[in-house]
């Protein structure tokens, strides 16, 4: 089996609700990484996945948004990003969180 980098491009906080915006940023505190697609894997597809996350108070995944990328990477980005955590927050938030695939 072949080895994926993944990186963590970028993790911004977009909005909250507006009546509670905020500037400040959610930090990770578990990651999952996800699985590869063999699809991916043997095309040697390679990509950048975007999702927006809204992260509930304690911390854990509520929901998520693909917000763009390639469609075979989507499923396994989505499946991965829903078992983070981060850290509590007195209010809810959205991020955004982006994943880069590369097999080696």
Known sequence: ???LLLTVAALVLT???PQQAQNA?????ERTAPTYPDLARRANLTGL??????VRPNG????????GGNPVLCS??????RKWRFEP?????????ELRFQPH
């Open 1 to 3: 089996m072949g080895c």
């Open 15 to 17: 909005a909250a609700p």
């Open 25 to 29: 940023r959610r930090m990770i505190v």
């Open 49 to 54: 996945v975007k999702i927006e996350v809204t």
């Open 60 to 67: 854990t995944v509520k929901d998520t948004r693909v917000a």
């Open 76 to 81: 396994a980005a989505v499946e991965a990003v």
């Open 89 to 97: 927050s007195a209010n809810e938030t959205t991020e955004i969180i």
